[in-house]
């Protein structure tokens, strides 16, 4: 009996010598491995028709949808130029349309709101890692005590594909050491089988926030944290190169959805709207002699 072929555990090793992120390869073939269980057929022998009918169907928002599609690209290029396929289906499924996207944040008395709840201590670390470090859950979850230098006031960050930062501290984060391990993962795992990494998940870290903002009766996600952050940092006069450093995006033009008009200034624009104006502005002023 012939063992069935499968190349994903091969395409995850090529990743992995490409040093993506193990978030990124963890996804990836997540989303293969649910793509083949979905349409019952196998991820490197699926057609146009398959695939375009599984993107159609999926319960996802745009912006997952054309993730997954970027996933599926990266799959069938793969399994081209390692010729186990001759066609890639994808150059026939155009990328997914997505929104305009534009920032979340938690409003400012939300925050406040969240920051004085009854927190447990990594609770609350993990918030204002968010909140005034602007770190993505996935980083949070890295975080350990000898990744802040308090001598220099920084902190060093492992972004997305191994990327090292060293961002300023904030003083409240500062204060925060404080109370938190010197040395080692700041939250450590207890199932160390689970995630022989040691650390907790990045799923555990959004759901200790949402849970957290849900009591709090505070909308959004743990990433409009993260969201927060980089408006308030906009809002506040900080130049748009040094909130994409702060936020360590690649990308200018990433950053520049932080740069969008504020709620606030949004609300102040509708309430100068005066429909008498014709009138108001016809009346003859104190020099002026009446008509």
């Known amino acids: 009996m012939h063992e069935k072929f499968d190349p994903l555990p091969s395409w995850t090793l090529h990743m992995q010598a490409r040093n993506l992120s193990q978030n990124t390869i963890s996804e990836r073939t997540r989303v293969i491995t649910q793509f083949g269980i979905d349409t019952g057929v196998e991820p490197h022998q699926a057609t146009t028709d398959d ?16 993730t997954y599609h970027g996933y599926l690209k990266a799959w069938f290029q793969w ?41 447990h201590r990594r609770t609350r670390a993990m918030i204002l890692l968010a909140a005034l470090q602007g770190l993505r859950v996935h980083e ?17 960050v492992e972004g997305k594909g191994g990327s090292v930062h060293h961002l300023p501290l904030h003083p409240l984060v500062v204060e925060l050491t404080e109370s938190m391990p010197p040395t080692g993962y700041w939250f450590p795992t207890t199932k160390a089988a689970r995630n022989p990494n040691g650390h907790v998940r990045s799923k555990s870290v959004s759901d200790v926030i949402g ?30 190169r040094t909130t994409q450093e702060l936020l360590r995006h690649a990308s200018l033009a990433t950053t520049q959805i932080y740069t969008q008009v504020s709620d606030r200034q949004r609300i102040a624009g509708i309430r100068r709207l005066d ?17």
């Open 140 to 156: 949070i979850a890295k975080v350990r005590g000898q990744d802040f230098d308090l001598l220099s006031g920084t902190m060093r």
């Open 211 to 240: 849970v957290a903002m849900r009591r709090a009766g505070v909308p959004g996600t743990p990433h409009s944290l993260r969201h927060w952050f980089g408006t308030t940092l906009v809002d506040s006069g900080v130049d748009l």
């Open 79 to 119: 399994l081209q130029i390692q010729e186990i396929r001759e066609d890639n289906p994808m150059v026939k499924i155009p990328t997914p349309r997505v929104p305009r996207r534009r920032p979340r944040p938690v409003d400012d008395r939300h925050l406040v709101r969240l920051l004085r709840l009854k927190l």
């Open 51 to 66: 695939i375009a009918a599984w993107l159609a169907a999926g319960p996802w928002s745009a912006s997952s949808r054309a």
């Open 275 to 291: 429909p008498w104006r014709a009138e108001t502005s016809s009346m003859p002023g104190p020099d002026q002699p009446a008509a």
